[in-house]
């Protein structure tokens, strides 16, 4: 097992993610314990000792059954993550609450890492409203009781929300857990939000290396492509020998949901394998290749903007509208939309088509913006 270096830790670089564990009868909130049970002794012999969850994964039921998984083991053995859940509105007001009952369901008396939940547009101002909510105070008071070991939070916002929330809290931020991978490397300005959290000096940790298994299995030409340049190399190790080249990342976390996906990252992770700069070149290519089908070419040049009678951002309108089509639907748009007022939403779009006249790329702004608002219903 490869192992990073964090605060005289040792981690192993593979983290043991919680959000798909495997269940009985495809039903998210029922967890194959016996099946997680046996994951979990897996990892365990194979070095792997951070593992990954939150209040909301699997109903709810994630931690509880983490909490039974490794409550067979010495405290010392393991490294357990959790989560605050600002995601949602109705627990904003209820941090002491919600922490004192996942200690509970996780049975232990402290967590070695702990995390501000999804910092997005959507909940960033209560985030940082310490005076209305108190959430940033109470985890520094549970930090300094030793509760809490490590402090940091994950991010699905865009540079903005990320840059706000350091400038409010970076200074106690000890990690940052970011969805990266080769296609988000430029699709959710990846490079930008590390190099960033480069100049805080704040390590990162990922999620979603596979960007939800996209990246486990690729167009045969793809994977041809690929094959040339490493023939023993799996697929899915592609995208971790990626991050294992980007400096700043220490843990990758993978959500695995079986035994087979479990025992083959662990042989990915029984050594480094960086790419080189020829091999980095043509796996971004493929990025390029892939993003390319059914999105948007937008350069976010702006200068739609300044001819938009109602002072939309195209822009991020439309990279919110790629990240939906790319995805399939997801959570992302939907909850960065759900910020913005209804006159900056798509469907404020009059239609008028000024934008287009300027537009570079020769986008139908207009069209996209109608197939945007149908697809969120």
């Known amino acids: 097992m490869v192992y990073r270096d964090f605060q005289g830790m040792k981690l192993s670089a593979l983290g043991f993610g919680a959000m798909r564990l495997p269940v009985i009868d495809g039903d998210d909130s029922r967890i194959d314990e016996a099946a997680t049970f046996q994951?979990?002794?897996?990892?365990?012999?194979?070095?792997?000792?951070?593992?990954?969850?939150?209040w909301g994964y699997h109903g709810e039921n994630s931690e509880t059954?983490?909490?039974r998984a490794l409550k067979r083991y010495p405290r010392e053995k393991f490294c357990i993550a959790t989560k605050f859940p600002g995601y949602d509105p109705s627990n904003w007001s209820h941090v002491e609450e919600i922490f004192e009952k996942q200690l509970e369901k996780l049975q232990v008396e402290y967590f070695d890492f702990y995390l501000f939940h999804n910092v997005c547009e959507m909940n960033i101002d209560a985030y940082l409203d310490d005076g209305k909510y108190g959430i940033y105070s109470y985890l520094m008071e549970q930090k300094k009781n030793g509760r809490i070991r490590h402090l940091g939070f994950s991010c699905h916002g865009s540079m903005d929300v990320l840059k706000r929330f350091l400038d409010a809290y970076g200074k106690d931020m000890e990690f940052c857990q970011l969805q990266l991978n080769y296609l988000d490397w430029?699709?959710?300005?990846?490079k930008g939000k590390v190099a960033l959290l480069d100049e805080w000096k704040i390590p990162v940790w990922v999620m979603e290396p596979l960007r939800g298994g996209?990246?486990?299995?690729l167009k045969e030409e793809h994977e041809e492509e690929l094959k040339k340049l490493r023939p023993d190399e799996e697929i899915p190790a592609w995208a971790f020998r990626f991050l294992q080249s980007i400096p700043s990342v220490t843990m990758i976390l993978s959500g695995m949901s079986s035994q087979e996906q479990l025992?083959?990252?662990?042989?990915?992770?029984?050594?480094?394998?960086?790419?080189?700069d020829g091999e980095m070149k043509t796996l971004l290519g493929i990025a390029d290749s892939m993003l390319s089908v059914g999105t948007v070419p937008c350069t976010a040049c702006h200068y739609c903007v300044s001819h938009c009678p109602?002072?939309?951002?195209i822009p991020h309108l439309i990279s919110l509208y790629n990240e939906h089509i790319y995805t399939g639907g997801g959570f992302i748009a939907p909850m960065a939309l759900s910020a913005l007022p209804e006159?900056?939403?798509p469907q404020a779009c009059l239609h008028c088509r000024s934008c287009e006249?300027?537009?570079?790329?020769q986008i139908k702004i207009s069209e996209v913006f109608t197939d945007f608002s149908e697809k969120l219903g």
């Not at 994951?39 to 939150?54: F, K």
């Not at 996209?214 to 299995?217: F, I």
């Not at 109602?310 to 951002?313: A, H, I, N, R, T």
């Open 186 to 190: 430029t699709f959710q300005n990846g």
């Open 263 to 276: 025992e083959k990252n662990i042989k990915t992770f029984e050594m480094d394998r960086k790419l080189d």
């Open 310 to 313: 109602q002072g939309l951002d």
């Open 357 to 361: 006249q300027v537009c570079p790329q």
């Open 65 to 67: 059954v983490m909490g």
């Open 343 to 345: 006159d900056k939403k």
């Open 39 to 54: 994951m979990v002794d897996t990892a365990m012999d194979a070095g792997i000792n951070y593992y990954d969850t939150a």
């Open 214 to 217: 996209k990246l486990a299995g």
